[in-house]
């Protein structure tokens, strides 16, 4: 197939992990696609994953700033092509307890999840709207579920990605474009690694899901436009329990898997 054929898809928080896995997808699908993160790895990746006819275009830009969604909407442009997909992948998180964050890592966890996913979402979005055509997903998180002990900011901004997603894809109704909000919980990737959280039991944990069966889960729930999916069956579980738990006993199950040093303590 010719590249200018294929259709387009943008991958945000692209150079590992679960946004990987969904570039390495989009490829397989038949897409050429716009990847993204704030790291000069994606370079690589863009090398990597280059086969079968696939054109990758690694966009190294910091989405936590107005800028950074600039330069990425302007190398979406660049393509003179639609978006046929938008995978919002980018997140960043924040371990230990609130009062001893620096606050402008605590700000850029904001301004990442919650501030550069918005802004690409509108951009592309208005885009597939007038077209009446798109299909967008949105990483959201089960942590959006429950109150984040020690991990407050991060939790916070996935509980509006979470409630977000929804909202737009009811929006959407019957325009032609879906919005699909994927929930994994604790998944094998370098996030806990980034965020501080090594010495935690959640970051200690060694059961984690696969990233490329949590992508799988979301790409598939995206094709079928559905408008949430919790990926994996014990966090399907832990959702229930959200639902249902007071949000008390939730901040101290929380408090046990994300408190400094509670690796240690369960040894």
């Given amino acids: 197939m010719n590249s200018s054929m294929r259709p387009l898809a943008v991958v945000t928080g692209a150079s590992s992990g679960i946004g990987l896995e969904l570039v390495r997808l989009c490829v397989n699908d038949g897409h050429d696609v716009v990847i993204a993160a704030d790291e000069p790895a994606i370079h690589e990746v863009a090398k990597l994953l280059a086969t079968g006819g696939a054109e990758i275009i690694p966009v190294e830009c910091d989405l936590?700033?107005?800028?950074?969604?600039?330069?990425?909407?302007?190398?979406?442009?660049?393509?003179?092509?639609?978006?046929?997909?938008?995978?919002?992948?980018?997140?960043?998180?924040?371990?230990?307890?609130?009062?001893?964050?620096?606050?402008?890592?605590?700000?850029?966890?904001?301004?990442?999840?919650?501030?550069?996913?918005?802004?690409?979402?509108?951009s592309v979005g208005r885009a597939m709207r007038a077209r009446k055509h798109g299909r967008i997903l949105i990483t959201g998180s089960i942590a959006g579920l429950m109150p984040g002990t020690f991990q407050a900011v991060y939790n916070g901004t996935k509980a509006f990605l979470d409630s977000f997603s929804v909202a737009l894809s009811n929006e959407l109704h019957d325009t032609g474009v879906t919005v699909t909000c994927l929930m994994p919980g604790a998944t094998a990737t370098n996030f806990f690694a980034r965020a501080g959280m090594l010495d935690t039991k959640l970051g200690a944990d060694e059961d984690k899901d696969d990233p490329?069966?949590?992508?799988?889960?979301?790409?598939?729930?995206?094709?079928?436009?559905?408008?949430?999916?919790?990926?994996?069956?014990?966090?399907?579980?832990?959702?229930?329990?959200?639902?249902?738990?007071?949000?008390?006993?939730?901040?101290?199950?929380?408090?046990?898997?994300?408190?400094?040093?509670?690796?240690?303590?369960?040894?």
Avoid: C, W
């Fill in 64 to 122: 936590s700033t107005a800028q950074g969604v600039e330069q990425l909407q302007m190398a979406i442009v660049g393509t003179g092509r639609e978006v046929d997909l938008l995978l919002a992948n980018a997140g960043r998180g924040l371990g230990h307890g609130f009062l001893d964050q620096d606050i402008a890592e605590a700000l850029k966890v904001v301004h990442t999840n919650i501030d550069g996913t918005i802004r690409l979402v509108q």
């Fill in 212 to 267: 490329a069966e949590v992508a799988r889960t979301g790409y598939d729930a995206m094709k079928r436009g559905e408008f949430k999916v919790v990926a994996g069956f014990a966090n399907k579980l832990r959702a229930a329990v959200a639902h249902v738990a007071p949000d008390s006993t939730l901040a101290k199950m929380h408090r046990g898997m994300a408190e400094p040093g509670s690796a240690q303590k369960n040894n």
